[in-house]
């Protein structure tokens, strides 16, 4: 588990499918990742499901976001992790709304970019948000990310956004300065 101030990353688990399922079955969470809402049945879903928990890909780290109170309400992860280059990919979904604009985005975010660097020898963490997410990016600001590039892909405008560690360490020690 990874603790921060207002949620707890654990392990995904066989009985996140159900809230899973529900959020990537849901039109707008799947128009704000991009996609298309999935179409297969829960049964199917769930046996896709506990074969990805059992085999997970070698190239990310998936975590469900819990609050303190041990509530699931979405899922993180970064992925597409290359040792060679020293970069991942960072990807966060809060699927359950009345956690939405609560701050609870940017506690996810900055623990795990805080695990990321704390536990690899990675050097970047970059992401891609559509370019009309507004509360994302504004979140992905808050947490020290950068636009770097703006592209269209797939018909979708994309903005690119990344934070390397010394940008990351910098802030962090700023900010336990004014703790201080």
Sequence with gaps: MINGSRIVLREKALEDARS???WETDPELARLDATTPIKAPFSRYRLDYAE?????????RRFAIDTLDGKHIGNCAYYNISETNGETELGIMIGDRDYWNKGYGRDV?????????????????????????????????????????RLVKNSHDFLFMEIFRREWETARTKNSDQAS
């Design 109 to 149: 975010v900055c623990t795990l970019l805080a695990h990321i660097f704390d536990n690899t020898r990675l050097d970047r963490v970059y992401l891609k948000t559509l370019a009309s997410n507004y509360r994302a990016q504004n979140c992905f600001l808050k947490s020290g990310f950068k636009p770097y590039v």
């Design 20 to 22: 899973d399922y529900t």
């Design 52 to 60: 990805e928990l059992r085999n997970p890909y070698s190239a990310s």
